[in-house]
């Protein structure tokens, strides 16, 4: 059996030979651990003459308290050399150039969206949101449809159930206002619509709609087609010629399809961007307006076409693909 002298020259050596705090844990466990060396000293006092028990009892326990100073020692600079360690690992080299962060930009929607709401806004509307999951009496009902008309069916859309579709236009905010506010009326939203339609290049089931209505005393077409041709200028500049022609639309007297003279070289003369027309009495009637009093206009227009008249994108489906070798060309 080794004596402590000796236990203890040996364990001090291992702690000192440890290069790692696991090494050093080890030499712990093996000297120190409940079933380490010097407890194992420890049992042998029994046959210890008894006189000389104390004395041996002192001198294990002097030798536990040195190593376990001798191993706090050698692990706080082991752990001290670790951390160096790491951090050398980790280090960064400053002088290195940086990576220049990848900027977003609006999507061309989004651009487009915006320049129509800053036109609208200066000529005096108030924006307004309406919900995509809307109630088909403000799609259909509110706006003059009677019940089966064949207009609804040009606006075949998804319906949650009897109650509820996602609208197919954006006049469908027109009753959602009348219901919570009071002419005189300036309001314009701009959103998404949904539509049961083959998707081409002009034409998608999930498109967008800038709508717009003013009620007030004395509107009539010439306000109509002044702001229409306000609003086209500010979109496309002072050279923009507009054109309307009769159409139909249950929620307007008259009606009138809204065209652009159109700034593709090839294709037709003008281009088509939406309906407007004069708010539909019965409208105004059903949510108690006086028609002797008040009278509007509406319009709604696709922003698509828009989007795409004005950046010479002929393809609305380059739209939708989300492709950025496509949308980086449209820099805001
Ligand atoms: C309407 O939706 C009427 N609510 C517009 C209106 C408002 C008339 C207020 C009078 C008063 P229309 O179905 O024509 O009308 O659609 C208007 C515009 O939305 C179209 O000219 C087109 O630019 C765009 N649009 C319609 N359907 C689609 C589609 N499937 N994909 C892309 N754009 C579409």
Redesign the pocket.
């Known amino acids: 059996m080794k004596s402590v002298t000796e236990l203890e020259a040996e364990a001090t050596a291992a702690i000192e030979a440890a290069e790692s705090l696991s090494a050093l844990r080890e030499v712990e466990v093996r000297f120190l651990g409940r079933n380490g060396s010097l407890n194992k000293l420890f049992e042998q006092i029994g046959s210890i003459p008894a006189e000389e028990r104390r004395e041996f009892g002192r001198a294990v326990n002097e030798a536990k308290a040195k190593l376990e100073a001798a191993l706090a020692d050698r692990m706080s600079k082991l752990k001290a050399a670790e951390e160096r360690k790491a951090f050398a690992s980790e280090a960064v080299d400053i002088t290195l150039p940086g990576r220049r962060p990848r900027a977003g930009l609006p999507h061309v929607m989004t651009q487009a969206a915006d320049r129509i709401k800053s036109a609208l806004i200066g000529l005096g509307f108030e924006f307004f949101d309406g919900p995509e999951l809307e109630e088909v009496r403000f799609n259909f009902s509110a706006l003059n449809y009677p019940p089966d008309h064949p207009a609804m069916d040009?606006?075949d859309t998804f319906y949650i159930d009897d109650q509820r579709l996602l609208r197919t236009?954006c006049?469908a905010i027109q009753g959602r206002v009348f219901e919570s506010r009071k002419p005189p009326l300036r309001m314009f939203t701009i959103g998404r619509c949904f539509?049961n339609?083959a998707v081409d290049r002009?034409?998608?089931h999930t498109?967008h709609?800038v709508?717009a209505f003013m009620v007030d005393e004395g509107i009539g077409m010439h306000h109509l087609k002044g702001t229409l041709g306000a609003f086209a200028r500010a979109m496309f500049g002072p050279e923009v010629k507009v054109r309307f022609r009769p159409d139909y639309?249950p929620?307007?007297e008259p009606?009138v399809e809204y065209a652009i003279t159109n700034p593709f070289k090839s294709g037709s003369e003008w281009l088509?961007?939406?309906?407007?027309?004069l708010i539909h009495p019965n409208i105004l009637r059903s949510y108690g307006i006086d028609t002797e009093r008040y009278s509007g206009f509406?319009?709604?227009?696709?922003v698509?076409?828009i989007a795409m008249s004005q950046n010479g994108i002929d393809d609305?489906r380059l739209l939708l693909e989300n492709d950025l070798r496509f949308l980086e060309q449209f820099p805001a």
């Open positions: 040009d606006q236009q006049t539509r339609e002009t034409h998608s498109f709609q709508d639309f929620f307007v009606g088509e961007l939406g309906g407007a027309g509406a319009f709604g227009l696709g698509e076409r609305l």
